[in-house]
């Protein structure tokens, strides 16, 4: 029952250090995404994937790089952090339901990330 | 672009008390409409959604009816609980043009008093 499960649950880098957060979902969805919340922003779509192999930019992806080498995992990457990439990340992965069509997100409980 | 808009919190309620928490979107095509809760210190959970006007989604005894009159998607709760603190996210999903990505708004926070 492990649902998304991301990795690592905290880490604290200092400004230009680089670093992958791994996402893994045990679901079979073909969508997986990132985001990021930051305090009265609610969440922004950083990228997100619509099958293996596949990656696209979202709303704000500008210092990040992602990869879908598999259809269970999403990762992402910060190759030189900034303390502007200070936030919570959150990983999820999404399938239409049979009854509705609808995408529902299935979400991580987070990675809390520090840059100094 | 698509958008959603929510009021701004926090929402300081006594227990039993009735909640509203406004949302209203702005999108192109036709998107389905979600309400999710985020408990501290943990993800996002699905709340309720409705994915077509007039549809009403609920769960856990809040509700959420689909405007599209008047492009909303407003969160009811006849009796709250001390349980129901939280954040909730208003989002919006056009799976016709967009991959089925999220767009949430700012995001509520409740705090309902004993």
């Known amino acids: 029952n492990a649902g998304v499960t991301q990795t690592p649950k905290f880490r604290v880098l200092k400004t230009g250090q680089s670093m992958t957060l791994l996402c893994a979902q045990d679901?079979?969805?073909?969508?997986m995404y990132w985001y990021r919340q930051d305090p009265g922003m609610g969440l922004r779509l950083i990228h997100y994937s619509v099958g293996e192999g596949t990656t696209a930019k979202g709303e704000v992806p500008d210092g990040y790089n992602v990869s879908r080498l598999k259809k269970q995992n999403f990762l992402l990457g910060l190759e030189s952090a900034a303390p502007s990439q200070t936030s919570v990340y959150f990983c999820?992965?999404?399938?239409?339901?049979?009854?509705?069509?609808?995408?529902?997100?299935?979400f991580g409980a987070g990675s809390r990330l520090t840059v100094l | 672009g698509n958008s959603v808009t929510q009021m701004e919190g926090p929402v300081t309620l006594s227990e039993e008390a009735f909640l509203t928490i406004n949302c209203t979107y702005t999108?192109?095509?036709?998107?389905?409409l979600f309400w999710y809760v985020q408990y501290p210190g943990e993800g996002l959970q699905l709340l309720l959604k409705?994915?077509?006007?007039?549809d009403k989604g609920s769960n856990k005894g809040f509700e959420a009816t689909y405007r599209k009159e008047t492009t909303s998607f407003h969160l009811e709760k006849g009796s709250v609980q001390v349980s129901d603190s939280a954040v909730y996210f208003c989002a919006l999903s056009d799976q016709f043009r967009s991959s089925y990505k999220l767009i949430f708004g700012s995001g509520t926070r409740l705090l309902v008093r004993p």
């Open positions: 999108a192109t095509g036709y998107p389905s």
């Open positions: 679901m079979n969805h073909e969508y």
């Open positions: 409705a994915t077509k006007a007039d």
């Open positions: 999820a992965s999404g399938g239409r339901t049979a009854s509705s069509g609808a995408n529902v997100l299935t």
